[in-house]
């Protein structure tokens, strides 16, 4: 079993800048693709960010694209989410998923297989 913890989301203002970390706990972490993912009311949950169990690999949503900067610490089985020149339009409740199917597309939630319980990113205009 493996368990995610999200923090750091908070209110911002358009502009600002945000890290999330996800702490995992449970199986080797650096075995895990991770991915985030966000998801504004009323919508999907969409895909943000993917790195690689190297880390060398990584990839973005274009509307994050240049914007946001997914990195990991396998000492400290944390993955991050730099999240620079915030917009309204990301608002959301942010994700961090471990991947469990590569079969699967990168970029689609059915192939994470752990979640966590998301945080709370707003950014004001």
């Known amino acids: 079993q493996v368990q995610l913890a999200e923090s750091g989301g908070g209110l911002v203002q358009a502009g600002d800048s945000l890290r999330l970390s996800c702490a995992v706990s449970g199986r080797t972490f650096s075995l895990y693709d991770m991915g985030w993912f966000r998801q504004a009311p009323g919508k999907e949950r969409d895909f943000v960010a993917f790195?690689?169990?190297?880390?060398?690999?990584?990839e973005y949503a274009d509307s994050v694209k240049g914007r946001f900067t997914i990195s990991r610490d396998d000492a400290k089985n944390t993955v991050y989410l730099q999240m620079n020149s915030l917009k309204p339009e990301d608002t959301a409740v942010y994700y961090c998923?471990?991947?469990?199917?590569?079969?699967?597309?990168?970029?689609?939630?059915?192939?994470?297989?752990?979640w966590g319980q998301g945080t709370q990113v707003t950014v004001s205009s």
């Open positions: 998923a471990a991947r469990t199917n590569s079969r699967v597309q990168l970029t689609s939630r059915h192939g994470y297989g752990y």
């Open positions: 790195i690689s169990t190297s880390g060398r690999s990584a």
